[in-house]
């Protein structure tokens, strides 16, 4: 009687060929990981008569999110009105998102997005809303308020600074030239000869603004408003941290901070459906 088992061929698998020449072995970079992805998450609730007030406003912060994904304007729902058991219970069902704002004012605004894409919590010393839109309108508010400002071409240059002032030149022509809904204008740092002092100058020129954003994804983008108007600085990071990406852009907000209009419509179909498990 004859087997249907085989073993293995000889001569294949890991260690089984023979080192390069130079004795190094072939290295493969980290593949990301952690990538966050939208889960349903139903609140372990009784719909009482006494969260009357969270329910009806889940259901308005929903209609909101699809008439924003199909152009209408940004709304903003106060919370502050809302006992504790109905507070908590909003908390539960927006959870954390992907992208993190922070706007420098007169209180500094935390905002969170919600894992409904385009519905952010926003908290300050003073308020505590939800504004459902692609991003909070403060961020085009106070985006370019000056934290540090831009000293531009008189910004002193120190030995190593070769590139930059170049660089400075161009940004602040695409800057005195933005028309709201030009396309976005982008200058790729990583694909440019430039030296570590250019970079540091490069930061002293353009100043900072007042809005800080984090989006997490595959690895983090962090883009930061500079003190020239519609200039950020966007950089982008693997899983390990490591900059991969680094670019100025010439734009309203960079669209890696928007929730797109698509999404909107999904985050108040997504709602609705959560509304529906807990009645």
Not at 32 to 60: C, G, K
Not at 224 to 252: C, G, K, P, Y
Request: aromatic content about 6%; proline content about 6%; glycine content about 8%.
């Amino acid at each position: 009687m004859v087997s249907n088992f085989h073993l293995p061929p000889v001569g294949y698998g890991p260690g089984s060929q023979p080192p390069e020449e130079d004795g190094k072995e072939l290295e493969y970079l980290p593949m990301p990981q952690d990538m966050r992805a939208y889960s349903a998450h139903i609140p372990f609730v009784e719909a009482t008569d006494a969260l009357t007030p969270a329910l009806d406003l889940l259901r308005e912060i929903a209609a909101a999110s699809i008439a924003s994904g199909k152009g209408g304007q940004n709304r903003v729902f106060d919370l502050s009105g809302l006992d504790r058991a109905n507070r908590a219970l909003i908390t539960e069902t927006m959870g954390e998102g992907e992208v993190s704002i922070k706007i420098h004012d007169i209180p500094a605004i935390a905002v969170q997005e919600s894992v409904f894409a385009g519905v952010w919590v926003l908290k300050s010393a003073n308020s505590d809303e939800i504004e459902v839109g692609p991003v909070p309108a403060k961020v085009f508010e106070r985006a370019f308020k000056s934290r540090k400002p831009a000293t531009l071409a008189l910004t002193e240059r120190f030995p190593g600074v070769l590139n930059a002032p170049s660089l400075v030149v161009e940004l602040a022509d695409k800057s005195k030239n933005y028309a709201g809904g030009d396309e976005p204008y982008v200058v790729n740092l990583t694909l440019l000869p430039h030296t570590e002092q250019d970079l540091v100058w490069l930061e002293t020129a353009m100043g900072l603004g007042s809005v800080d954003i984090l989006s997490r994804g595959y690895g983090n983008c962090r883009v930061t408003a500079s003190a020239l108007d519609h200039v950020w600085r966007v950089q982008f990071f693997n899983s390990m941290d490591t900059l991969i990406l680094d670019t100025f852009e010439v734009t309203a907000v960079p669209e890696v901070a928007l929730a797109a209009a698509e999404d909107l419509v999904e985050s108040g179909e997504r709602i609705i459906e959560v509304l529906e498990a807990i009645r």
